[in-house]
C-alpha cells in the first residue's frame, strides 16, 4: 500500500500538532523545548508551503520570499521569548 503525498504531509502535520498540543497541556517551557516547538512550527510551515500552497516547483525567488516570512516571524518570536 502505497501513501499519497498529500496524506503523509497531512499525517505529518497532525502528529506535529498533537506534540504542539502536548507540550501546551503539560506546560512544558524551558526553551529548548520552545526551540523545538519553533522548528516544528518551521516544518509544518515548509510542508505547507511547498505541499498545500503548490510552490515545491516555483521559482527560488517566490519559494524563497515565503519561507523567508515564515522565518522571519520565527526569528522575532523567538528574539522576543
Request: proline share 1%.
Amino acid at each position: 500500500m502505497q501513501i499519497n503525498v498529500a496524506t503523509g504531509c497531512w499525517v505529518v502535520l497532525l502528529s506535529l500538532t498533537g506534540a504542539a498540543w502536548w507540550v501546551a497541556e503539560a506546560h512544558l517551557t524551558s526553551p529548548i523545548i520552545m526551540l523545538g516547538l519553533a522548528g516544528a512550527t518551521w516544518v509544518k510551515g515548509w510542508l505547507i508551503i511547498d505541499h498545500f500552497m503548490a510552490l515545491r516547483r516555483v521559482s527560488w525567488l517566490w519559494r524563497g520570499l515565503v519561507l523567508g516570512w515564515l522565518s522571519s516571524v520565527l526569528l522575532l518570536i523567538a528574539v522576543f521569548y
